[in-house]
């Protein structure tokens, strides 16, 4: 016997008490007869493992009242469970179209129903009955974030901002960051299409709603950059480091693009001495070490890339302080160095250089909506060795 037939067998239970039930209250012997007929008709549907039959005959025997609205929540809720979303759909609908239920049951049953085609992916219908749940008192928060979620997969960013605002009011939960990364999607797709003043335009609603919003300097600065505005872009990236400071890698090498365009190379030292010593960090070293060998200081190079590698260890300042030891090669053998720079190499390529605060998830590239737990902001560059 189908495992479908152990899910039906309460129904068709039920269905067996609501017919005795009626013969109780005197319900006329024909009408009793005929139920009887369906119901055992129904139950040989079930045996013979013919259970979209068996469902129909059951639902259409169950009168929907406000006793057995509760069966039918329940059996559609399990088929969706397994996966038979064109069943709960039918069994919800059905609910719906009744139009003997309370204002309460109705919109528990477009609830379900509305789950239901979101599992089944029809989008727009889940979307039209989450927007008639916004009226609902009890349901209404849960209809905003399943809108939201719609709107978020379908890219759907102007309405995800206006369900967002409606969402932080109704349940009182803090949605500015979200709502700033939303913006932010918008910039990408602006500037993509070359509308860059409008991009400009979305970028400041974003700082407006978050001014701790990274993502959005960021984008600024390549705007920026795009337009050839170097001042702006300066302004832009320099943002990050009073809005979040564990970003600082993502803005280095932009920092150095636009400060050599300027022909500032010195300023862009300065600013990196600054940010050493303020938030240390691999990467300023990193070029600081590069303008030191370009100037031909070897030896200060070595110095000062030991020395910041006892204080931050760093895989990319290992590679770095290796290739300065093949230049001299005094006291160890070059075919040592080199397959030491090889294993440093292959390390730092398998190296995940992103990694999520909430779940863990680490990946190669920034992701503002984290591809695993679906938290925004909480994907983070990765410097340590340690990390
Ligand atoms: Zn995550």
Known sequence: MGELV????PIAATVGWLTARHNVFGQPSSSTSTLSADYFKGL???????????????????????????????????????????????IHQNLTARTNLSIQQRYLALLELGLDFRRAGLLDRAESIFQQLTSSHEHR????????????????????IETALQLESASHVKMHRVIAQYYCEQVELLRQHGQRDKALQAIQLA???????????LLEGQLAL???????????????????????????????????????????????????????GVAPTLLLVKSLREQGH???????MVKQLHKYPSL???????DLALLDTHHITHEHFLLLKDMTGQLMKNRP????????????????????????????PLERITD
């Open 6 to 9: 152990w899910l039906l067998l």
């Open 44 to 90: 040989k549907y079930l045996l013979n493992e013919e259970p979209d039959k068996a469902i129909d005959i059951f639902i259409r025997l169950i009168d929907v009242d406000s006793d057995t609205v509760e069966t039918h929540l329940a059996l559609g809720t399990l088929f969706r469970r397994r996966g038979e979303v064109n069943r709960a759909i039918r």
């Open 141 to 160: 928060i849960t209809a905003y974030q399943q809108l939201l979620d719609i709107y978020q997969q379908e890219h759907e960013w102007e309405s995800a």
């Open 207 to 217: 700082l407006k709603i978050d001014n701790r919003c990274v993502r959005a300097s």
């Open 226 to 280: 795009d337009i050839d505005d170097t001042a702006l872009a300066i302004a832009a990236f320099k943002r990050v480091e009073q809005q979040d400071s564990d970003y600082l890698p993502e803005i280095i090498e932009p920092l150095q693009t636009c400060y050599r365009q300027l022909g500032q190379q010195q300023d862009f030292k300065e600013y990196l001495y600054h940010l050493l010593e303020r938030y240390g």
């Open 298 to 304: 070897e030896q200060q190079a070595v110095d000062f």
């Open 316 to 322: 990319s300042g290992l590679d770095q302080l290796l």
């Open 353 to 380: 250089l992103y990694k999520c605060n909430y779940c863990g998830f680490k990946g190669k590239s920034l992701h503002w909506l984290c591809p695993s737990c679906r938290q925004w902001n909480t994907i983070k």
